[in-house]
């Protein structure tokens, strides 16, 4: 038996129009060439659409054991269809309708991988978050990129606040945290915790270097390769 050939079928009738007509088919077919001890089949179920007059094939299962759904055609549940799975012959969907989708695993960890890029968005088609292939991943507040990151580390458009006060809640540097900038909700702090500490132009810049006890007001002033000035009140 050659492939694709019919091995039996029932066939649901109607006589709505007069006469006789196929309204629903459940039919077996071979999957594949069949021979010797070898009958690889599949069965193929066909519904009629309301308006059509002949039935359109909806779901078959393959010789293999797989469901199988046309493109378009959807895996459905819900009272309304609310939740929907489907391919419509180029893209793949999980659409929810009613209430919150929620992914759930109660044994290990949940993996969304693609050989791509992997997209969250919201608000319908606004990125939350973007991770490219091979590339940085970006975090969006509003659609405006904030956060990403780099070959080099990670790059911040904005301002980058801690929600609290001291040491837990401030910027560490170094390997072993040894560099602390903090605010204690009362004053702030750089704070070095191992060897010496410089503040200083970097390399063969002759710029000055400030500090002011008050804002508009000089205390002492570094000259590249010059002076130091000091001050009391400007």
């Known amino acids: 038996v050659s492939a694709d050939n019919g091995l039996g079928a029932i066939y649901f009738d109607t006589k709505a129009g007069g006469s006789y007509a196929e309204s629903a088919v459940i039919a077996a077919e071979a999957d594949a060439d069949q021979g010797s001890s070898d009958y690889p089949s599949r069965l ?24 199988r759904v046309p493109d378009n055609g959807k895996f459905v549940a819900g009272a309304g ?28 960890d949940v993996i969304i991988r693609a050989t791509d890029d992997v997209i969250i968005q919201n608000g319908g088609s606004d990125n939350a978050i973007v991770c490219n292939n091979d590339g940085n991943v970006e975090l969006y507040f509003n659609t405006a990129k904030k956060f990403e990151t780099s070959s080099a580390g990670v790059e911040v458009t904005g301002k980058l606040t801690f929600a609290g006060d001291g040491v837990s809640n401030g910027i560490e540097l170094g390997a ?21 500490f410089y503040i200083r132009n970097s390399g063969s810049n002759s710029n000055q270097v400030y500090i002011s006890g008050k804002g508009g007001e000089n205390g002492i002033i570094v000259n590249g390769d010059g002076s130091i000035e000091l001050y009391h009140d400007n």
């Open 44 to 67: 193929v179920f066909k519904t009629t659409a309301d308006g059509e007059s002949s039935p359109t094939e909806r779901l078959r299962i393959t010789s293999a054991g797989l469901a």
């Open 81 to 108: 269809d609310d939740l929907q799975i489907y391919h419509d012959g180029t893209d793949s969907y999980v659409d929810n309708s009613t209430g919150d989708l929620i992914l759930r695993s109660t044994g290990d």
């Open 176 to 196: 072993g945290a040894d560099l602390l900038l903090y605010h204690d909700d009362s004053d702030g702090y750089l704070d070095n915790d191992k060897g010496d």
